[in-house]
């Protein structure tokens, strides 16, 4: 007996849920990865920033002022994205490698939508790149003082208190040495540092390190 399916979903969609399905994704980007968020839909943290793969976000104006997004965006830009940020998102919808684009799914359960159709990330794609010139970049001065410091900034820290030199923090975190010392010049403006050792102390005061001392 042959049976025939009602509404098959079309070839290149796949419904996935977004807790572990949109980590796993972003894992497998290995060239570019951009986004647009209304903050309502799909999105990926500094955790998820990848050593040697382009990532661009574009965020609501908004987001600047909110202090829990606000310290989001700023551990995204000192994970190494470029942020930036419009009046109204247009859409939600992550592109990795060009080739994959996520959209949220259904809300209720929190899945999102897998798609390889080259007509979806195309139109993506290009109103991404239609509105990036128009979008504010976030700069190091938007940054919210209170932002804490990421997990691998912590870590960076830590291996420099230590006495390591940049080259073994870099080989320690997977990142490249210029990136270790733009995260740090980066941290000593924002605890106004003038140098690694004062950064040292201040991130301490602040409590930015209790965890990794503890």
Do not use: C
Request: net charge neutral; charged share 20%.
């Amino acid at each position: 007996m042959t049976v025939t399916m009602l509404n098959p979903p079309p070839t290149g969609y796949q419904q996935i849920p977004a807790h572990g399905g949109l980590a796993e994704l972003l894992a497998s980007a290995e060239d570019e990865v951009i986004t647009m968020s209304s903050l309502a839909g799909p999105t990926f943290g500094p955790r998820e920033v990848k050593h040697g793969v382009r990532y661009r976000a574009i965020f609501p104006d908004h987001a600047r002022t909110t202090p829990t997004v606000g310290r989001h965006l700023g551990a995204l830009s000192l994970a190494g994205v470029a942020v930036r940020t419009i009046p109204q998102v247009p859409m939600n919808a992550i592109v990795i490698d060009r080739s994959v684009a996520v959209l949220p799914a259904d809300t209720t359960n929190g899945s999102i939508a897998v798609l390889r159709l080259t007509s979806v990330v195309v139109t993506a794609l290009e109103l991404f790149e239609r509105i990036w010139p128009d979008a504010v970049p976030l700069a190091d001065r938007d940054l919210p003082d209170e932002a804490d410091l990421s997990l691998r900034e912590q870590e960076m820290l830590r291996l420099l208190a230590l006495g390591a030199t940049d080259e073994v923090a870099a080989a320690h975190l997977n990142i490249s040495v210029r990136t270790v010392r733009r995260m740090v010049a980066q941290i000593m403006n924002r605890l106004g540092a003038r140098s690694r050792f004062q950064a040292g102390v201040k991130a301490a005061d602040r409590g930015w390190l209790l965890e990794r001392a503890s």
